[in-house]
T-cell receptor, first 114, second 108 residues
């Protein structure tokens, strides 16, 4: 079974530029999560999808971050415009259901904003 | 919102010593999961606890879920260098929030 795929693995951009990350969850997983992990900290939930609907985006900085999950499968996370403090690893995870099942993580995208 | 705190933040132990990390939630949890993240890696699922007071063991690892379902602990007996990494608890209510993590260093 293929795992969660993310791309790109690394990205370096200048502040005020835009960037997009892509995630392909495990086939059949209804729930998809995007996390931001700053070095030395725990993953911070940005947004959670159940199929193609948003369950929780309370910690998503909506003035600059957006995410979508078209057709309830792949997802993209966009930052526009980026700030220096957005430098982090962006992790995508998926799980079979909304509650009570393990989350499988992708390798993450390491974003550096200079 | 839901907050999940872990202590200690860092722990250095000699190989062979025991290690414990504690997880505390500000709200009652439906269940709790534990993950391990190796340096440079991504979180990997270890176990899930569902019932109040539940205790589960995986070889040298023992996981407990508190009676009030607001706290949990992970205990490693006789640590090995392969145990190095950051251990996160993750509380599931309606959403899925990670704790602050405990970084374990094992000195050979």
């Amino acid at each position: 079974e293929a795992g969660v795929a993310q791309s790109p693995r690394y990205k370096i951009i200048e502040k005020r530029q835009s960037v997009a990350f892509w995630c392909n969850p495990i086939s059949g997983h209804a729930t998809l999560y995007w996390y931001q992990q700053i070095l030395g900290q725990g993953p911070k939930l940005l947004i959670q999808f159940q199929n193609n609907g948003v369950v929780d985006d309370s910690q998503l900085p909506k003035d600059r971050f957006s995410a979508e999950r078209l057709k309830g499968v792949d997802s993209t996370l966009k930052i526009q415009p980026a700030k220096l403090e957005d430098s982090a690893v962006y992790l995508c995870a998926s799980s079979a259901t909304q509650r009570g099942t393990e989350a499988f993580f992708g390798q993450g995208t390491r974003l550096t904003v200079v | 919102g839901q907050q999940v705190m872990q202590i200690p933040q860092y722990q250095h132990v000699q190989e062979g010593e025991d290690f414990t990390t504690y997880c505390n939630s500000s709200t009652t949890l439906s269940n709790i999961q534990w993950y391990k993240q190796r340096p440079g890696g991504h979180p990997v699922f270890l176990i899930q606890l569902v019932k109040s007071g539940e205790v589960k063991k995986q070889k040298r690892l023992t996981f407990q879920f508190g009676e009030a379902k607001k706290n949990s602990s992970l205990h490693i007996t006789a640590t090995q260098t392969t145990d190095v990494g950051t251990y996160f608890c993750a509380g599931t209510g309606n959403q899925f929030y990670f704790g602050t993590g405990t970084s374990l260093t094992v000195i050979p």
